[in-house]
């Protein structure tokens, strides 16, 4: 009684690791991805609608914006609102001009981006996106931006931590 008492305690704990070890890899954090702007199109200007193009991709922290284009014929600068209606570089935020721009997003909010060649920006390379927090419970909430480069890699060592431990605590009770 008292060895099948303990063989279906052994047994529910093993139930439970496994329950606990499975939401906690469903709660991992997604990859960051590296969202190209403009898709296919990428950064320049032909007619090609940023803020259209803006409403169908989602923005989090912890993805990176990616710009590729002719640096020699365009540039990437990140303004405030304001400066963003009128078109206006003068005050950048941040400038870029590689032709090939990795911008990583680390804070909720709303970002500017615009080019300032020419009438570039009022011609239609301007957009605004708006960051939302990482989809994940390990995220904290708010923008802490200096740790959330960190957060994928310790919460995959956390999660195979989890999984050798149920692995081994399998061995012994099953
Ligand atoms: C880049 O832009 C410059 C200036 O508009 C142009 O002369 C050149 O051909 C472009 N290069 C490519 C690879 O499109
Ligand atoms: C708008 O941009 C123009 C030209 O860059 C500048 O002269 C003007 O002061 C700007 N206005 C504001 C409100 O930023
Ligand atoms: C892009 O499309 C939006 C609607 O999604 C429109 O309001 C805007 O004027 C367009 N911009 C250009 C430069 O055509
Ligand atoms: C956040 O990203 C901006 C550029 O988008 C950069 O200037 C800033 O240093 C970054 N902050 C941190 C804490 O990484």
Redesign the pocket.
């Known amino acids: 009684m008292a060895i099948n008492g303990i063989s279906i305690e052994a047994k529910s704990l093993t139930l439970m690791l496994a329950l606990v070890t499975f939401m906690y890899l469903l709660s991992s954090p997604v990859e960051a991805r590296d969202i190209i702007v403009g898709g296919d199109n990428m950064w320049t200007l032909n007619g090609f609608n940023y803020t259209t193009w803006v409403k169908g991709e989602k923005f989090a922290v912890g993805d990176n914006l990616v710009f590729k284009y002719n640096r020699t014929a365009h540039d990437v600068n990140m303004v405030s609102g ?2 963003f ?4 570089a ?1 005050n950048s935020l941040a400038s870029f001009s590689t032709g090939n721009d990795i911008v990583p997003l680390n804070m909720t909010g709303n970002m500017w981006f615009l080019c300032s060649f020419g009438q570039h920006c009022s011609k239609g390379m301007k957009f605004k996106i708006t960051v939302l927090a990482a989809e994940t419970p390990i995220e904290p909430p708010t923008a802490t931006a200096p740790t959330t480069g960190d957060a994928p890699s310790i919460a995959s060592a956390a999660s195979t931590f989890m999984v050798v431990i149920f692995a081994v605590l399998g061995i012994f009770l099953l």
Request: hydrophobic fraction near 30%.
């Open positions: 304001i400066a209606k009128n078109c206006s003068e």
